[in-house]
């Protein structure tokens, strides 16, 4: 009798801890939306818009759609290259193994969706935390300077950081190689990276789609409203390699130590952003599975 009331107490218990985690979240996301709400742009960011618009004007829409469909093409690849490699399946490996110390019957990564969310959430940190440590290993290669490092910032940027996107969705089971999660994974890198004051839209209409597996278009820049503003990212780590370039000539003791604190701290950033972003659309797509 003392053991049924013991385990009865125990899945109580775990019940309430289950519910607690989902409360937490749901505040925080909660919270998060209302900072994307009420965010006010800068001068700057709005000063970069009203010049990249006007800029794109005085091109024929045949050359600023070719433009796009590079960008949109490039990052197709980029995302392919990312998910085919040995490395991306090395993480699958691993996150595998971790969601089976939770759950002995997980065989695969479709299996990880039965777990709680506050096991796939742990793990799901556990792949931020490994990507934020390569940003700023990444963006200090970028701070010494040297023109190697200085060409492929950008790149290595959007690889990390889609494969961040990639990362949190096998964490919640979802695998990056279908098109429906290549899409999703393209999405959030895309909302994630545009200006502040686009976001909670995009974000919104991200949100009103869970639930809808159907949905295997990818809206690319070529067919948004306005699909400039996705530039002010790669023209901010621009700005980002101008400043490593001139800070990178004041060294202590043969080290731009100013330059390389600066592009680790921005890489740092973006993909604590990116990673946010991504990490919030998981959750809340975990609870609308619940639903």
């Given at each position: 009798m003392k053991l049924i009331i013991l385990i009865r107490i125990e899945s109580e218990g775990k019940a309430v801890t289950v519910r607690s985690s989902e409360e937490q979240w749901k505040q925080k996301i909660t919270d998060w939306e209302h900072t994307l709400y009420s965010h006010e742009p800068s001068n700057f960011s709005t000063t970069v818009d009203y010049w990249l618009d006007l800029a794109f004007e005085y091109l024929p829409a045949e050359t600023k759609d070719m433009f796009f469909s590079q960008i949109d093409t490039?990052?197709?690849?980029?995302?392919?290259?990312?998910?085919?490699?040995?490395?991306?399946?090395?993480?699958?490996?691993?996150?595998?193994?971790?969601?089976?110390?939770?759950?002995?019957?997980?065989?695969?990564?479709?299996?990880?969706?039965?777990?709680?969310?506050?096991?796939?959430?742990?793990?799901?940190?556990?792949?931020?935390?490994?990507?934020?440590?390569?940003?700023?290993?990444?963006?200090?290669?970028?701070?010494?300077?040297?023109?190697?490092?200085?060409?492929?910032?950008?790149?290595?940027?959007?690889?990390?950081?889609?494969?961040?996107?990639?990362?949190?969705?096998?964490?919640?089971?979802?695998?990056?190689?279908?098109p429906h999660e290549m899409v999703k994974a393209l999405q959030l890198f895309y909302c994630a990276t545009i200006p502040k004051k686009y976001q909670f839209d995009r974000w919104q209409s991200l949100t009103k789609d869970l639930g809808e597996d159907e949905d295997l278009y990818f809206d690319t820049l070529s067919e948004k409203d306005h699909p400039t503003i996705w530039l002010q990212q790669?023209?901010?780590?621009?700005?980002?390699?101008?400043?490593?370039?001139?800070?990178?000539?004041?060294?202590?003791?043969?080290?731009?130590?100013?330059?390389?604190?600066?592009?680790?701290?921005?890489?740092?950033?973006?993909?604590?952003?990116?990673?946010?972003?991504?990490?919030?659309?998981?959750?809340?797509?975990h609870l609308s599975a619940k639903k």
């Open positions: 490039w990052l197709f690849h980029l995302h392919g290259f990312i998910r085919q490699s040995s490395f991306q399946q090395q993480a699958e490996e691993r996150i595998l193994k971790m969601a089976q110390s939770y759950k002995e019957d997980v065989e695969t990564i479709e299996d990880i969706q039965k777990l709680t969310l506050s096991q796939k959430a742990f793990i799901a940190e556990q792949q931020i935390a490994k990507q934020k440590l390569y940003s700023v290993i990444q963006g200090g290669m970028t701070g010494t300077g040297k023109l190697s490092t200085l060409a492929v910032d950008i790149p290595a940027f959007a690889a990390l950081n889609i494969r961040t996107t990639q990362l949190i969705a096998l964490s919640y089971g979802y695998r990056a190689s279908t790669p023209l901010f780590h621009l700005v980002k390699l101008l400043f490593v370039i001139v800070l990178g000539r004041r060294k202590v003791n043969g080290i731009p130590i100013v330059g390389m604190v600066t592009a680790a701290g921005t890489n740092y950033y973006w993909t604590k952003e990116v990673s946010r972003f991504a990490h919030h659309y998981y959750v809340m797509r």
